[in-house]
């Protein structure tokens, strides 16, 4: 018995756990083996698709003892079981709502997500940085030959153009998607429902998390719905307006171990 369990904690990744220097840094394994260790429940709810978050568990290190919400929460991967618990894919309309989209914004790039593979179109600056950042391999080809269906599309440019973007889709098809800023450069398409705090209230009843005993941490828009449920939604201090507008309690920067500060609150709360 531990004083953390039934206690079940969220991570955002990129940005929150996982810091500017591309690494989990020492004092956040130091707390998440603490929180562990005491019974407690830690996963991270992340934009990263399996392929791109997968080799992260073995170069970082991470230590997780409950499902991963994967894709912005196009999926729910059980990593000790090696197998998905569920797994979305956007409408079979979407490739063609894709071209026109294109169509009207021709400085658009994306990226679409099918099963384990990326495919490409118009790669811009912010697609090559992101790519690099995941490091997997892609495929450019037009849209009409990427195989579908697909489980995420990832829109790449600066924030007023992709804002344009956002209210268009929301505006034509708002009925069949999450679109949704992951960062300054990068919206989000997933299935209507498929978010981080669908899913990750999914993971909590599945392992019989009272809510009160729920909390999370993130610091951009696609963390909101999870910071929703959390019992003290946290965020680090890097943060978007969105989610210091919300009111979730804002710890040190993600350089400053901003998970490891989240678990000595609880650690205080219990």
């Not at 079979?92 to 994306?110: I, K, S, V, W």
Request: hydrophobic fraction near 40%; charge should be negative.
């Amino acid at each position: 018995m531990g004083k953390f369990d039934g206690v079940l904690f969220f991570s955002d990744y990129d940005d929150t756990l996982y810091n500017l220097q591309h690494t989990v840094s020492r004092e956040n394994h130091a707390a998440i083996r603490y929180f562990t260790q005491e019974g407690g429940r830690f996963s991270v709810a992340t934009g990263r698709a399996h392929r791109t978050f997968t080799p992260q568990i073995q170069k970082e290190g991470l230590e997780l003892n409950a499902p991963v919400v994967l894709s912005n929460g196009a999926a729910i991967y059980d990593y000790a079981a090696d197998r998905y618990l569920v797994r979305t894919h956007l409408c079979p309309e979407t490739p063609e709502r894709m071209t026109r989209l294109c169509r009207d914004f021709p400085d658009l790039a994306f990226e679409a997500y099918h099963g384990e593979d990326v495919y490409v179109h118009n790669p811009n600056v912010v697609t090559m940085k992101h790519l690099e950042r995941v490091n997997v391999p892609y495929t450019l080809c037009p849209i009409g030959e990427m195989p579908a269906p697909w489980n995420k599309v990832i829109m790449e440019q600066d924030e007023p153009y992709l804002r344009q973007i956002q209210s268009y889709i929301l505006a034509r098809w708002g009925g069949d998607y999450e679109a949704i800023f992951s960062n300054r450069y990068l919206l989000e398409l997933t299935e209507k429902g498929s978010d981080k705090g669908q899913m990750v209230a999914r993971v909590a009843r599945l392992l019989d998390i009272a809510p009160e005993n729920l909390y999370c941490i993130g610091d951009n828009q696609n963390d909101l719905p999870m910071l929703a449920l959390s019992a003290i939604p946290f965020a680090p201090a890097n943060c978007a307006d969105e989610v210091r507008a919300s009111g979730a309690r804002i710890l040190g920067h993600c350089d400053q171990h901003a998970v490891a500060q989240a678990i000595e609150i609880l650690d205080k709360r219990y």
